[in-house]
């Protein structure tokens, strides 16, 4: 397993402003996973950080909204930036330690922007 | 279609019932299917993986999976109240083992 500290728990933000989360795992791991989950829905793949290389966004996000940074093998940040309104959202962090076969997620960021 | 199908609920099943989820899939190459709960403002938690064809038991969890029907479901045998949640199956893609694609969640109630 995993212990993962997610911080911060939540944060209500100003349209405009950037929000940065950070995801902490108690071991090493080679890929990091940010997930979108907003009001009433499932959970959205919005990247995948790799220690040293550039993140790899799923199909609707871009690194000017979304940039990531993974500087070790147990920390991974996550910006929102430029937020409106419908950046309101869970957002979440989840790795895959181990043969990769389970995954765990962090306690999840839990933004309004107003 | 959507990759991965729910039915978004509610299921409600009395204590002690047995209550069944059902999840299907439209990527023929999945690999690894999982059962995750989630409470009300919380994070997920993982209760169930499988990857093989047939049936995995997990304490009151039973995870079964068909691979040609492309259909994976979950049965909690002695419902109880605590087991009322939004339950969420995800697969892994054909490229990836660990990028997840979820469901919208079925939101199970049982009732004391």
């Known amino acids: 397993s995993a212990v993962i500290s997610q911080k911060p728990s939540r944060d209500i933000c100003q349209r405009g402003t950037s929000l940065t989360i950070q995801c902490q795992v108690d071991s090493q791991v080679t890929m990091m996973f940010w997930y979108r989950q907003q009001p009433g829905q499932s959970l959205t793949l919005i990247a995948t950080a790799n220690q040293g290389s550039e993140a790899t966004y799923e199909s609707g996000f871009v690194i000017d909204k979304f940039p990531i940074s993974r500087p070790n093998l147990t920390f991974s940040t996550l910006t929102v930036s430029n937020m409106s309104p419908e950046d309101s959202s869970i957002y979440l962090c989840?790795?895959?330690?181990?043969?990769?076969?389970?995954?765990?997620f962090g306690q999840g960021t839990r933004l309004t922007v107003v | 279609q959507k990759e991965v199908e729910q039915n978004s609920g509610p299921l409600s099943v009395p204590e002690g019932a047995i209550a069944s989820l059902n999840c299907t899939y439209s990527d023929r190459g999945s690999q690894s299917f999982f059962w995750y709960r989630q409470y009300s403002g919380k994070s997920p938690e993982l209760i169930m993986f499988?990857?093989?064809?047939g049936d995995k038991e997990d304490g009151r969890f039973t995870a079964q999976l068909n691979k040609a029907s492309q259909y994976v479901s979950l049965l909690i045998r002695d419902s109880q109240p605590s087991d009322s949640a939004t339950y969420l199956c995800a697969v892994t893609r054909n490229t990836g083992f660990q990028k997840l694609v979820f469901g919208t969640g079925t939101r199970l109630l049982v009732s004391p």
């Open positions: 989840s790795v895959t330690p181990g043969d990769g076969r389970e995954a765990f």
């Open positions: 499988i990857y093989s064809n």
